[in-house]
């Protein structure tokens, strides 16, 4: 590259095309963390002593979450757990299940791992083969969000961190858009209540970092994370719309954050009126329709 770093003069490893700086690994590190700080603060995720989980799936993003979370917790004399939802995957979850365990016990951080089988009675595997044309992602992203929401119940938590980054967000208000599906804009916000009757916050405390620099910060760190991919993935338009924005970045650097930007405004905004939600009348969990998406998804594969 044969440019320096901007903060220390040393050769630079990175350049940072959108705000014009060169990088060296340390420097590199030290501002990504930095920049999870500011988020945090910007957004004011972060309360004092709270009880914080960490959903940490093994993946190069929730590992930097978990290491930056760790020293941030300190200063806001936070208690951090974290926990891993294992979805039943075999050949895949496994490793995953292994690489978040040594990365927490290396920290000091307790860790829980909760089964899909456990909570719902069903693996991924056993819903795989029963769920027809439905797509696999779609049911595991509604259990997904539903098992952190009993893990944050059960061990009493105020704040649940995932490991989004700024391309997931971007990616998510798209999709949604596309899909007309405007009420769930809100979910994808950096800070967000699910509604009055559910007291935890979330918070995507790398919501502002890109995925790439996550991808270095990793590499640097020398992390070891889960590589493999789920077997039942299915990114569908996601794939297509992560290629499209990333040429839309190469050529106007900058663009993925200022459409971040603009997405956080149109979802806030989209928080008012706050459509309130009903219970359940099957689990009692908070939800739009009469029976929520969890228990008819898992009606739909009893029917089977
Ligand atoms: Fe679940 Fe889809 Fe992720 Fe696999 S890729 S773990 S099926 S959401
Ligand atoms: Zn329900």
């Known amino acids: 590259m044969g440019n320096t770093c901007s903060r220390c003069g040393d050769k630079a490893i ?5 705000s014009g700086e060169y990088f060296c690994g340390q420097c590199f590190k030290k501002s990504v ?12 995720m972060l309360k004092y002593g709270e009880r914080i989980l960490l959903m940490i799936s093994g993946g190069k993003d929730s590992l930097a979450m978990l290491r930056i979370m760790n020293s941030v917790a300190r200063t806001h004399a936070s208690e951090l757990v974290a926990a891993t939802v294992d979805e039943g995957i075999e050949e895949y979850r496994e490793d ?60 009493d938590i105020h704040i649940v961190a995932t490991a989004h980054n700024l391309d997931d967000i ?25 509604t009055e009757l559910f007291s935890q916050r979330k918070i995507k405390p790398l919501a502002e970092i890109y995925e790439e620099e996550l991808s270095l910060y990793s590499f640097l760190n020398k992390e070891r994370f889960q590589k493999v991919s789920c077997p039942y993935m299915h990114e569908g338009i996601r794939s297509e719309i992560r290629q499209i924005l990333n040429a ?41 329709s009469e029976k929520c998406s969890v228990c008819s998804a898992l009606d739909a594969l009893e029917a089977k």
């Open 170 to 194: 971007i990616q998510t208000f798209l999709i949604n858009l596309l899909n007309n599906d405007i009420k769930r804009l809100p979910w994808n916000l950096p800070i967000h209540s699910e």
């Open 248 to 288: 839309l970045e190469k050529d106007h650097p900058g663009i993925k954050y200022s459409f971040f930007n603009s997405a956080i405004n149109v979802s806030t905004y989209m928080r008012f009126p706050k459509i309130e939600r009903q219970r359940c009348k099957k689990c009692n969990y908070p939800t739009f």
């Open 33 to 44: 963390e930095e920049k999870v700080v500011r988020t945090i603060s910007k957004f004011e």
């Open 96 to 155: 995953g299940v292994e690489i978040a365990k040594d990365a927490c016990s290396n920290l000091g951080i307790v860790h829980y791992v909760y089964g899909f089988k456990d909570l719902f009675s069903y693996t991924m595997d056993e819903i795989e083969k029963l769920k027809g044309k439905e797509s696999s992602c779609s049911i595991c992203g509604i259990l997904r969000r539903r098992a952190m929401d009993i893990i944050a119940q059960k061990l």
């Open 14 to 18: 990175y350049s940072r095309t959108y």
